[in-house]
């Protein structure tokens, strides 16, 4: 059973998300369910009733809130905030962006991203800033994409990280082990292959337990490219997803708009699964786990 402590609850109609009420009572939800996630049919009980079937997250003044949206007009919304006594909900929401879909694509805070000066972890870079590419270029960056995860809410397979460990693609590659969401591509023998499609168990794993609360990034630039993620190419956003599903998605439309061109995905072969997954790259990360710099993930 997926259990959460939450500090502040509020209400909103589910037709135009205006504030009906808010509490900042402390309590406990859980789910019907005998696993450790809260997903779409899942019923969610607060002291004692059954509000309705899990709806997923949204994201309010940079805190993540669970959402129940039982058909009945209204939203109700739970989360544990940092500061209870100071959180101010906002006259409306926008119950558009409530977000459940599962996929993620983005680097988990920490990961380095080449740059002129040196290797950069994505966390610490801006809009502006210059970084390298898999063809030598520099480029800058257009906008990064944040999304906050609370493991409790999130479906494993689709949302917690894949480990690509130290070595586990070729000598160095990456230098250190590189955490991403399973979704997020690497180029690999004219490929961009999956994180997820690379798991083998030993040195690409997921990771089982993450942080109760990890938050992953997401590099834009002006075209679909590719970054030196630890080394290895990675992809930049191409609008395959949605921006909306990004924490920080009014940023975005404050700066740019809603009407900006979509951008192209490079014409590169996709392998999404690891059945899809071609025999030598296979045989390779086999190959690789069992050398002295290849890292058991």
Not at 82 to 98: C, G, N, R, Y
Not at 238 to 250: G, I, M
Not at 253 to 263: K, N
Request: glycine letters at 8%; hydrophobic letters at 45%; aromatic letters at 8%.
């Amino acid at each position: 059973m997926a259990t959460y402590d939450y500090n502040v609850k509020a209400e909103y109609l589910e037709s135009n998300g205006t504030f009906l009420t808010s509490s900042s009572e402390v309590g406990i939800i859980t789910d019907s369910n005998s696993d450790e996630t809260f997903t779409s049919t899942d019923d969610i009980i607060d002291g004692g009733a059954n509000i309705g079937d899990y709806s997923g997250t949204i994201v309010i003044n940079g805190e993540t809130f669970i959402v129940v949206a039982p058909g009945n007009g209204i939203v109700y919304i739970w989360s544990n905030v940092a500061d209870p006594s100071s959180f101010t909900f906002p006259s409306t929401i926008d119950t558009d962006t409530i977000n459940s879909d599962p996929v993620v694509v983005c680097f988990l805070a920490g990961t380095r991203i080449a740059a002129p000066g040196g290797p950069r972890k994505i966390e610490d870079l801006a809009l502006g800033d210059l970084v390298l590419t898999a063809a030598g270029e520099t480029r800058p960056i257009r906008w990064i994409g944040r999304r906050t995860v609370v493991a409790a809410f999130a479906d494993p397979l689709h949302a917690y990280p894949i480990r690509v460990g130290a070595g586990a693609l070729g000598e160095n590659l990456p230098a250190d082990d590189l955490l991403l969401s399973p979704d997020h591509a690497l180029l690999i023998d004219g490929a961009l292959v999956h994180a997820a499609a690379l798991v083998n168990g030993s040195s690409v794993a997921r990771v089982a337990r993450p942080a109760e609360r990890f938050t992953y990034f997401h590099i834009e630039l002006e075209d679909h490219a590719l970054v030196l993620a630890e080394g290895v190419p990675a992809e930049t956003f191409v609008d395959n997803v949605t921006r909306r599903r990004f924490d920080n998605h009014a940023e975005y439309a404050a700066l740019f708009g809603e009407d900006r061109a979509a951008i192209v995905e490079m014409d590169l072969p996709r392998i999404k699964s690891a059945r899809q997954l071609p025999a030598p790259i296979r045989e390779r990360l086999a190959a690789r786990a069992g050398t002295p710099d290849a890292k058991v993930a």
